[in-house]
C-alpha cells in the first residue's frame, strides 16, 4: 500500500494550490480519507476529511477556502485549497482508513508568503 503525495509549493498569500494523494495497493472508494498538516513546532492537525459516504469536515481556519474530493477513477484523493494564508504553512499529509487499517502519505510542503 502506497499514498504518494503531491503538489505542495512556495506561494503567496491569497493564491492556491492543489495538493493530490495517489493511492496505489488501496482503494479510495468508500475509504475514510483525509488531510492533515504539521506546521514547525506544532502537532499534527486534521485540516479536511471525507468519509466513505461522502460527508466532509473541515477545520474552522480552512472552512470556505479548501475543499477535499476524491477520484474513484483515479483512485486519488484531492485538496484544492484556496486563498491561502501565511498560516496555511506547513507539511501536509494524506491518510486512509479502510477496514480498521490506518495508512499514510509521505507528506508535501506548503509555504504561504506573506
Known amino acids: 500500500v502506497q499514498l504518494q503525495a503531491s503538489g505542495g509549493g512556495l506561494v503567496q498569500a491569497g493564491e492556491s494550490l492543489r495538493l493530490s494523494c495517489a493511492a496505489s495497493g488501496v482503494t479510495v472508494r468508500l475509504s475514510d480519507v483525509g488531510w492533515y498538516r504539521q506546521a514547525l513546532g506544532r502537532q499534527r492537525e486534521l485540516v479536511a476529511h471525507l468519509n466513505d459516504i461522502g460527508i466532509t469536515h473541515f477545520a474552522d481556519s480552512v472552512k470556505g477556502r479548501f475543499t477535499i474530493s476524491r477520484d474513484d477513477a483515479e483512485n486519488t484523493l484531492y485538496l484544492e485549497m484556496n486563498s491561502l494564508k501565511p498560516e496555511d504553512s506547513g507539511v501536509y499529509y494524506c491518510?486512509?482508513?479502510?477496514?480498521?487499517?490506518?495508512?499514510w502519505g509521505q507528506g508535501t510542503q506548503v509555504t504561504v508568503s506573506s
Open positions: 491518510n486512509l482508513l479502510r477496514l480498521g487499517q490506518n495508512f
